[in-house]
T-cell receptor, first 116, second 112 residues
Framework: SAVISQKPSRDICQRGTSLTIQCQVD?????MFWYRQQPGQSLTLIAT?????????ESGFVIDKFPISRPNLTFSTLTVSNMSPEDSSIYLC?????????????FGPGTRLTVL | TQLLEQSPQFLSIQEGENLTVYCNSS?????LQWYRQEPGEGPVLLVT?????EVKKLKRLTFQFGDARKDSSLHITAAQPGDTGLYLC????????????FGAGTRLFVKA
């Protein structure tokens, strides 16, 4: 399975500022995803990060608020823009291992964001 | 809307007890995954079940995939405090697309 790291692991930010979260994978992967996990909740998919093209966003998430970069097959960033306290959450990067016909996802350790 | 319904949502038990967590859907899945997430960490993949009726064991954890591949269960024998965490089931319905669906999760607390 892929080893995934995220930076920062946590941050406390002021309302109206932006934070960029980095995701690094130790191998080349086609599919990378960004999720949000609000306190006590399950995972909500924000977008799929595509290498060489714009990210594909899920309903309720827009590029202006959550711009994503995917410059190569091992790295992606998610920016949370113009933050408000409602953006306080854990943000998770994941990759998919398409070994055979099984589609398994592996997750980074997450970035815990608190917006004051 | 394709959903994975997990039950129970929350479970608090004493060390040594047994428990079962359920994951149900009206959709057919080619495979289902179970994850455990501990506080401050990302979800960690425990197992993937692929074949209808399949049973997989991981120490004290037993995972079963329903015959029709629409449901799965996780049974923990003699739970320990180290089993405490959020258990998530996830899968991709056979109806196409590449979006993985996650259940709402079962939060387990095992008291010593």
């Amino acid at each position: 399975s892929a080893v995934i790291s995220q930076k920062p692991s946590r941050d406390i930010c002021q309302r109206g500022t932006s934070l960029t979260i980095q995701c690094q994978v130790d191998s080349q992967v086609t599919m990378m995803f960004w999720y949000r996990q609000q306190p006590g909740q399950s995972l909500t998919l924000i977008a799929t990060a595509n290498q060489g093209s714009e990210a594909t966003y899920e309903s309720g998430f827009v590029i202006d608020k959550f711009p994503i970069s995917r410059p190569n097959l091992t790295f992606s960033t998610l920016t949370v823009s113009n933050m408000s306290p409602e953006d306080s959450s854990i943000y998770l990067c994941s990759v998919e291992d398409r070994g055979g016909r099984i589609n398994e996802q592996f997750f980074g350790p997450g970035t815990r964001l608190t917006v004051l | 809307t394709q959903l994975l319904e997990q039950s129970p949502q929350f479970l608090s038990i004493q060390e040594g007890e047994n428990l079962t967590v359920y994951c149900n859907s009206s959709s057919v899945f080619s495979s289902l995954q179970w994850y455990r997430q501990e506080p401050g960490e990302g979800p960690v993949l425990l197992v993937t079940v692929v074949t209808g009726g399949e049973v997989k064991k991981l120490k004290r954890l037993t995972f079963q995939f329903g015959d029709a591949r629409k449901d799965s269960s996780l049974h923990i024998t003699a739970a320990q405090p180290g089993d405490t965490g959020l258990y998530l089931c996830a899968g991709r319905p056979n109806t196409g697309g590449f979006k993985t669906i996650f259940g709402a999760g079962t939060r387990l607390f095992v008291k010593a």
